[in-house]
């Protein structure tokens, strides 16, 4: 019987182990079987053919579609060692905001291959992302061609916005984050959400705060939004527009005395992936009034 038990421990041992076994992703041949933390991290898989190669999925890769039919290991925030390791992966491809911490070390201390992506709210992340990954997927040339076609896409967006803007000042914009009335946030410097504001031609309303900040009635009147941005999953979950113009505040604001609040897929929005000049584009067609 103990050796019974013991054969069952080693085999418990060397399936957790399993990973520190495989082939490295980095220059070395053979299968790879990749495990993405993040919802832009799997578009860019995607957009590089290399989807043959992921095996498990965050809850934030949410396009293309047929990513969700890949296992997940769970939000990506909130990862667990057990979940990940599952899948037997060679490759972990996680974003800056995945963890746990202790997870990570965990799963580092497999000797399992990761690489952290950030693509730091900004076209040249995106733009070394797609690069890194094509680089540990061995589709170079792949990434070439997507680098090129982001690149111009990029230009395209940036001449859009110049356009669409036509030295009007910048209207003043605040994002509201809301998975449920209960919980409403705005958006400050050093959040996906300004960079998109900006990037798209807007001013952020509460620029003069960082981070994403419970939702204050007095600081939103004061703030004086011409316009209020947020999710599509976010204002379907506050009863559409007139559910979350019932969060404090924000009914006496100039855009919510004008019902003017927009928004755009959360995904699509704040995820900094490949679709990234698209989003910039039709942000800035809601901002400046020409969807």
Not at 52 to 71: I, N, R
Not at 137 to 147: D, I, K, N, P, Q
Not at 183 to 198: C, L, S
Request: hydrophobic share 50%.
């Amino acid at each position: 019987m103990r050796r019974l038990l013991n054969r069952r421990a080693a085999l418990a041992a060397a399936a957790l182990a399993w990973p520190a076994l495989t082939l490295r992703a980095q220059g070395v041949a053979g299968p790879r079987r990749i495990v993405s933390a993040g919802g832009a991290i799997t578009e860019i898989v995607y957009a590089l053919g290399a989807e043959g190669e992921l095996v498990g999925v965050d809850t934030t890769s949410l396009f293309p579609a047929a990513a969700q039919k890949l296992p997940s290991v769970g939000y990506s925030r909130t990862l667990s060692a057990e979940g990940v390791l599952s899948l037997r992966p060679t490759l972990l491809l996680h974003g800056a905001d995945a963890g746990p911490p202790a997870v990570l070390a965990q799963l580092a201390a497999t000797r399992l291959a990761m690489e952290r992506l950030d693509l730091d709210h900004r076209i040249e992340g995106l733009l070394a992302a797609t690069q890194r990954v094509a680089t540990l997927t061995a589709r170079e040339a792949e990434g070439r061609r997507l680098v090129q076609r982001l690149q111009a896409d990029w230009a395209t967006a940036m001449a859009e916005v110049a356009a669409r803007r036509a030295g009007a000042a910048a209207p003043r914009v605040l994002f509201v984050l809301s998975h449920s009335m209960a919980q409403v946030r705005i958006a400050g410097r050093d959040t996906g959400a300004d960079a998109m504001i900006r990037l798209a031609g807007g001013a952020n309303a509460f620029a003069d705060t960082t981070g994403y900040k419970p939702l204050s009635p007095e600081a939103a009147i004061a703030a004086a939004p011409e316009l209020i941005l947020c999710t599509d999953q976010g204002l379907q979950a506050a009863g559409g527009v007139d559910g979350l113009l019932r969060a404090p505040g924000l009914a006496a604001t100039p855009a919510g005395r004008a019902r003017r609040v927009v928004a755009l897929d959360a995904l699509l929005l704040l995820g900094f992936g490949p679709r990234l000049p698209q989003a910039v584009t039709q942000l800035a067609g809601l901002l400046h009034g020409r969807a």
